[in-house]
């Protein structure tokens, strides 16, 4: 198919050369008033010129092409790694950008979610304060409570080291207890096991006779009156 164009577009040129180099005889013949052999004679001698010059023109095209095309692709490999080179920069320069504004806002966060911590920490202990408070229980059993309360939250387990008695009150009953452990327990993600646990452990007096995973089955009673009611908002 290739070939079949080139020859074509050869028999084309060589047409027009042949055209042009007639025209171009005749034009000569005409001005200097030669004979027709002139003529006969011109014809060959413009073709081959013309011919020739269609020629050299054509391998300087190639080689002029030939040239562009080299250093086009010498150029490729150094543009494609200048654009990288400046990409990795810009890539580099965004990061740090980016690691900046990212540990700025780490701080700002890291300091809210303390403060926000502390804050539902200091109400946790306020509201075991002034529940113990009004059930009648005494200064002692209310701190050993919180302390035992303080390490049910901080390290989700139950306090043994301190062998503490808090003598049991007639007026508060096991679900109050419950309900009181479980309104902490919620705002801390605690699980039940370790929440009956914390329960049994801190008021033994009234689970003395209970297992934990007795006490684990139902720690929460919404329904009726108690002392302690279930509190699902107790931090908000």
């Not at 001005?31 to 300087?60: E, M, Q």
């Not at 543009?79 to 580099?92: G, K």
Request: aromatic share 12%.
């Amino acid at each position: 198919m290739n070939k079949a164009i080139s020859h074509t577009y050869r028999a084309i040129i060589t047409g027009v050369i042949i055209l042009i180099s007639t025209l171009f005889s005749f034009e000569i013949c005409y001005r200097l008033n030669l004979n027709i052999p002139w003529h006969l004679i011109l014809v060959p001698v413009c073709f081959t010129i013309g011919d020739f010059f269609y020629a050299s023109c054509h391998k300087i095209s190639e080689f002029l092409m030939n040239r562009i095309s080299q250093n086009i692709l010498a150029d490729s490999p150094n543009f494609h790694t200048q654009t990288l080179a400046r990409y990795e920069r810009s890539l580099q320069q965004r990061y740090e950008l980016f690691h900046d504004q990212f540990e700025k806002e780490h701080q700002q966060f890291t300091s809210q979610k303390n403060k926000a911590d502390e804050e539902k920490f200091k109400k946790i202990l306020e509201y075991t304060r002034a529940t113990f408070n009004q059930l009648g229980f005494n200064q002692e059993e209310i701190f050993m409570i919180s302390e035992s309360v303080e390490h049910f939250i901080k390290h989700k387990a139950v306090l043994k080291a301190i062998d503490f008695h808090i003598q049991q009150k007639p007026n508060v009953t096991q679900i109050s207890l419950k309900n009181f452990a479980w309104n902490i327990a919620n705002q801390y993600n605690i699980k039940g096991i370790i929440t009956a646990e914390f329960i049994i452990t801190t008021f033994h007096e009234w689970f003395k006779d209970s297992t934990i995973s007795t006490v684990a089955k139902n720690l929460r009673t919404t329904n009726g009156r108690h002392m302690i009611e279930i509190d699902e908002n107790l931090c908000k």
